[in-house]
């Protein structure tokens, strides 16, 4: 184990302990002063890992290796929640995490990650690349994160153990997964099943013991996390259209020279259409390998999915602000 990840891992605990102001105050990193750490819970050739190591090949590129990027991959930091917070105190540079873990942080994430919100992958990416997308990544600032760009996660559909979802009333009763998230939970929760939040990582040995029924995804991390083998029926309820974030720490953020947090800026939105590009290649390569092994895959229709799910906007919309943020993005529509 290297230094960075042992004294990380201490870290971790330290932080998960309550003992923050320790690891600020103190740990070392056990990298050389231009080196940037990253994580992101996916596996080294999933698509949001691949545009972080590119952004950071940019990054030595531009200042002719001054700064530099070394990326932990696969979740071996810990869970999206613990690294986020990890990196909000400084011991982890950049994070790449779901909007789920951001939601219980900044209220504004919740609103993009509503269910039926996004008409299509088009609607969610005209509007995040624009204006509405820069006021949420602002958002995170108060809390510790600069939020630098969204990433595509596709339309997460649910996948289970016992037989195709074709209306809400064939969830009622299943044990499905869900990111630690308490919208999550509610989305699942009105659609009559039981929601169960559990990290990824412990989803594959889960739906294999029938601890849980099953968990609901995009195709890419339905394949990349083998859940497929397990699960044998996905239903395309596309629930959910919302995006992945790339965020850094502030405190990092706060040590460097504005021309070194222009190039940041600017790095990762230009890591975007490559990650796109990755993203739509390996949906159809996940695709591909689900349906070549045999998963029963249906199409469901939206309506009495989104019409159960509409409660969850009233019970999570709060604020005139997230209000407010709901109803431009709704205007948004689809491009023209
Ligand atoms: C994936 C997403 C991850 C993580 C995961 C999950 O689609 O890329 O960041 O949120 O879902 O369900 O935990």
């Not at 991959?73 to 909000?88: A, C, F, K, S, V």
């Not at 469901?300 to 709901?326: S, Y």
Request: with cysteine; aromatic share 8%.
């Amino acid at each position: 184990m290297n230094d960075l990840l042992a004294s990380l891992q201490v870290s971790r605990r330290t932080i998960l302990a309550g003992g923050a102001a320790a690891l600020a105050a103190g740990c070392s990193r056990g990298l050389g002063p231009g080196v940037l750490t990253a994580t992101d819970t996916h596996v080294n050739d999933y698509p949001t890992v691949q545009a972080v190591i590119r952004f950071g090949k940019m990054l030595e590129r531009a200042t002719s290796g001054r700064l530099s990027l070394r990326m932990y991959p696969g979740g071996q930091l810990g869970n999206e929640r613990d690294t986020l917070e990890i990196t909000t105190f400084g011991g982890l540079d950049f994070n790449r995490v779901n909007l789920a873990p951001l939601n219980s942080i900044e209220p504004l994430t919740t609103v993009a990650a509503l269910p039926f919100l996004f008409t299509s992958i088009e609607h969610m990416r005209s509007t995040l690349d624009g204006p509405i997308g820069d006021e949420i990544l602002a958002s995170l600032e108060p809390h510790g994160l600069i939020g630098l760009c969204f990433y595509d996660s596709g339309a997460r559909s649910f996948y289970n153990t016992r037989g195709p979802i074709r209306t809400p009333d064939d969830m009622r009763g299943l044990k499905l997964r869900v990111p630690g998230s308490d919208l999550y939970i509610a989305m699942v929760q009105s659609l009559g099943a039981d929601a169960v939040p559990m990290p990824l990582d412990e989803v594959y040995q889960s739906l294999a013991q029938g601890v849980i029924d099953g968990a609901e995804n995009n195709w890419p991390s339905f394949e990349s996390g083998r859940h497929f083998e397990v699960a044998r029926f996905y239903s395309l309820t596309r629930h959910l259209l919302a995006p992945e974030v790339f965020v850094m720490s502030k405190r990092r953020w706060d040590t460097l020279s504005a021309d070194d947090q222009s190039l940041i800026r600017r790095s990762a939105k230009q890591s975007v259409p490559y990650m796109r590009e990755l993203w739509d290649d390996q949906v159809e390569k996940s695709k591909a390998i689900i349906m070549n092994s045999g998963v029963e895959v249906n199409e469901i229709d939206p309506a009495p999915f989104a019409e159960r799910m509409r409660g969850v906007w009233d019970e999570f919309l709060t604020t005139p602000e997230q209000r407010d943020l709901a109803r431009r993005i709704v205007e948004v529509g689809e491009p023209s």
